[in-house]
């Protein structure tokens, strides 16, 4: 079974600032894919950020990159320059061999004016 | 394309009465996922349709819940005899097929509310 852990059950940043939040899982697969959802509070989640398993370098979209760790298992979000639309849950997750996403318990972010 | 859109957005049933959900995802996408969330928890998995073979269910899914996909295209989840503990967000997520990086696509859920 797949599992994916989010140690910060909540983290809050000041705008503009930059912010870490951590995952970590596990696998018994060799070829996987993570990915950062975020959700609002209107509840619809979306992508932020994937990553391939096979790809040592770290994936960035605009402020968002992550800081992926193959051998410990980790992969952790970094937003820069925090914006106060940031404010949301994130969500870790990890497709397993079934195709089906597995998520951790979230993050709530608050992003402080 | 609107994206997966879920119906009803929310539902507030009584103890013990069936209710049922409805998801339509985007329309060229071939997967279909139901997540449960309650408040302040990541997704869990329910179940997992390609085209209209349902592929995997989850232990979470007793007796009282059913899925559907016919012909491949909407979905319907219903929950038979609703107890307190079903009240959660129901989310639903389509994707294309591909490999597993392509991106799923989530609805806004339908909140069930179970009095």
């Known amino acids: 079974a797949q599992t994916v852990t989010q140690s910060q059950p909540e983290m809050s940043v000041q705008e503009a600032e930059t912010v870490t939040l951590s995952c970590t899982y596990d696998?018994?697969?060799?070829?996987?894919?993570l990915f950062w959802y975020k959700q609002p509070p209107s509840r619809q989640m979306i992508l932020v950020i994937r990553?391939?398993?096979?790809?040592?370098q770290n994936a960035t979209e605009n402020r968002f990159s992550v800081n992926f760790q193959k051998a410990a298992k980790s992969f952790s979000l970094k937003i820069s320059d925090s914006q106060l639309g940031d404010t949301a849950m994130y969500f870790c997750a990890i497709y397993n061999a079934g195709n089906m996403l597995t998520f951790g318990g979230g993050t709530r972010l608050m992003v402080k004016p | 394309d609107t994206g997966v859109s879920q119906n009803p957005r929310h539902k507030i049933t009584k103890r013990g009465q069936n209710v049922t959900f409805r998801c339509d995802p985007i329309s060229e996408h071939n997967r279909l996922y139901w997540y449960r969330q309650t408040l302040g928890q990541g997704p869990e998995f329910l179940t997992y349709?390609?085209?209209?073979?349902?592929?995997?269910k989850s232990r979470l899914l007793s007796d009282r819940f059913s899925a559907e996909r016919p012909k491949g295209s909407f979905s319907t989840l219903e929950i038979q005899r609703t107890e307190q503990g079903d009240s959660a967000m129901y989310l639903c997520a389509s994707r294309p097929g591909g490999g597993k990086n392509t991106e799923a696509f989530f609805g806004q859920g339908t909140r069930l509310t179970v009095v």
């Open positions: 990553q391939e398993a096979y790809k040592q």
């Open positions: 349709f390609q085209n209209e073979a349902q592929l995997e």
């Open positions: 696998t018994s697969e060799s070829n996987y894919y």
